[in-house]
């Protein structure tokens, strides 16, 4: 172990041994913030896949906490089709989600490959879709996080988000299940040989509002690369209107043994997810966190779930306690129409050089379509690029 994963041992102990004990210093280190066009670029598509939100990075290596070899992004709902002289033409498509693999961690069109399912027809359709005990008819899938495990022979786990249409307006959509997608090691998109489970992480807070588990996982294991590694797999939560973040966590090995996944309670680790204390709140549905060089952390959300500023918040722990929001960055330049919306921001740790995170944001309409027709590439991820000194 060299000095400095040493000293970050150290100071992350006594923070979290702390935790209660005295308020530890939770003050946003010094940063910038850029833009990564070159980032940004890669997603702006003609032919294929030319649109997609949900993004998230998976390392096929498992090493979550360093620049990756080979690594999976997943996607959920998703435009296949093509454009011309920045025109759509007639026939895209819209599945629910995709994916890509990128040889690297470089932004190298000629080493990305997106990929989807086809029918029958070879229409483009969804890489996964439901087939649990409790999928209703029309569910399909949207996209958490995910990660290797390889505590399980690498095996590959994403959580799925069972989603079902109640009616034909701009968020006509409600989540209605959380599932667990399982794929052995080795396979190459789309992914036939995939597995899947329903889980207990979906629920109904005290204020009958929804939540789910699986919004961001962080593999704080040795073999994952963790700079303070405990040994366990951090799973957060988001759940009600004030988008509040619970955090569950379990041994890779037990992974898939709900009846081993411990939830936090404010005080410790406890069987019942309904005893799940709320660690901080105006998050996002998806989000990261990601180890600073000094013993905290850094949550990435977007504030509030949906809306310009992307921000974070510092944590002492990988429990907290979390510092105030510190805002980061206003999406306003990407708004070219009034009903543009931003959302879902994170750090990307396995494309990001060191002493820096890429964050990525999503992009959409609550007028899709008719926006769509307009600018053709509005949907699709963007890129920043967040500078600490702090950083590993």
């Not at 025109?87 to 190298?108: C, E, F, Y």
């Not at 997106?114 to 029958?120: K, S």
């Not at 204020?207 to 994952?224: E, L, M, P, Q, R």
């Not at 590439?377 to 702090?390: A, C, D, E, G, Q």
């Amino acid at each position: 172990m060299d000095m400095k994963r040493m000293l970050f041992t150290a100071v992350a102990a006594l923070l979290f041994a702390g935790v209660h004990a005295q308020t530890p210093d939770l003050t946003p280190p010094r940063f910038k913030v850029e833009e990564a066009p070159e980032w940004s670029a890669l997603f702006i598509r003609n032919n294929g896949w030319f649109g997609g939100d949900g993004i998230y990075t998976i390392p096929f290596n498992g090493k979550e906490h360093q620049a990756s070899d080979s690594l999976l992004f997943i996607f959920s709902d998703s435009m296949i089709g093509s454009i011309v002289n920045d025109s759509l033409l007639p026939g895209s498509r819209m599945i629910h989600n995709s994916v890509a693999t990128l040889k690297g961690h470089l932004p190298d069109s000629n080493k990305m490959h997106f990929a989807w399912d086809v029918n029958e027809k070879e229409e483009a359709i969804s890489v996964f879709e439901p087939h649990t005990p409790q999928t209703g008819k029309t569910d399909y899938y949207w996209l958490g996080d995910g990660f290797v495990n390889q505590e399980q022979d690498n095996t590959l786990y994403i959580f799925g988000y069972r989603i079902r249409n109640v009616s034909e307006e701009a968020f006509g959509f409600r989540e209605v299940g959380n599932t667990l997608i399982r794929i052995p090691a080795g396979s190459k998109p789309p992914f036939k040989g995939y597995k899947e489970m329903d889980t207990p992480l979906f629920f109904k807070d005290k204020d009958g509002h929804t939540g789910s588990y699986g919004a961001g996982i962080f593999v704080n294991t040795a073999k994952a690369g963790a700079l303070a590694p405990d040994g366990y797999v951090y799973v957060y939560g988001v759940h009600g209107m004030a988008k509040q973040m619970v955090v569950a966590r379990v041994k890779p090995a037990a992974f898939d043994k709900f009846d081993q996944w411990r939830f936090w309670d404010g005080a410790g680790w406890n069987k019942e997810m309904s005893k799940a204390a709320d660690v901080t709140d105006k998050v996002s549905n998806e989000l990261s966190l990601s180890p600073l060089g000094d013993g905290r952390y850094i949550l990435v959300f977007q504030e509030g779930g949906m809306g310009t500023h992307i921000s974070m918040r510092i944590g002492a722990s990988p429990v907290g306690p979390f510092g105030p929001v510190t805002r980061l960055w206003d999406c306003s330049s990407d708004a070219e129409e009034k009903t543009y919306v931003m959302y879902n921001a994170k750090a990307h740790p396995a494309i990001s050089a060191p002493g820096e995170l890429l964050i990525s944001y999503n992009v959409n309409s609550v007028e899709f379509l008719k926006d769509l027709q307009k600018h053709p590439h509005l949907y699709r991820p963007r890129f920043i690029r967040l500078k600490i000194n702090s950083l590993k």
